[in-house]
């Protein structure tokens, strides 16, 4: 499975942002889709998931209410709109496949076997 994300960029705070991660290959074996981020000098957390199956979202607490992720099945791609941004948003975003059908597994990283490359959201305060 090979994942491409982008949409990242520079935006002020209260803005709004879509990510895309568009997803080929052997896409049948990703049972959910996540979105991860990293900012600098911190580890990387979990900020939403998608189970294909059900339809269902996950969403880390920091980001629920204002981030959504969503799903075009026809073009291979999950989104993530983030809306009402803050500084402390600012992070590199990874999206990434779980071949889990445990959603306890959506919320760590190590339940997810393939990686896109990451893209860099900034928000200015």
């Known amino acids: 499975v090979q994942l491409q994300a982008s949409g990242g960029g520079l935006v002020q705070a209260g803005d709004s942002l879509r990510l895309s991660c568009v997803a080929s290959?052997?896409?049948?074996?990703?049972?959910?889709m996540g979105w991860f981020r990293q900012a600098p000098g911190k580890e990387r957390e979990f900020a939403a998931a998608?189970?294909?199956?059900?339809?269902?979202?996950y969403y880390a607490d920091s980001v629920k209410g204002r981030f959504i992720i969503s799903r075009d099945n026809a073009k291979n791609t999950v989104y993530l709109q983030m809306n009402s941004l803050k500084p402390e948003d600012t992070a590199v975003y990874f999206c990434?496949?779980?071949?889990?059908?445990?959603?306890?597994?959506?919320?760590?990283?190590?339940?997810?076997?393939?990686w896109g490359q990451g893209t860099l959201v900034t928000v200015s305060s």
């Open positions: 990434a496949c779980s071949g889990s059908h445990n959603w306890k597994t959506y919320y760590r990283d190590d339940g997810y076997d393939h």
């Open positions: 290959g052997r896409t049948f074996s990703c049972y959910a």
């Open positions: 998608l189970k294909w199956s059900t339809s269902t979202k």
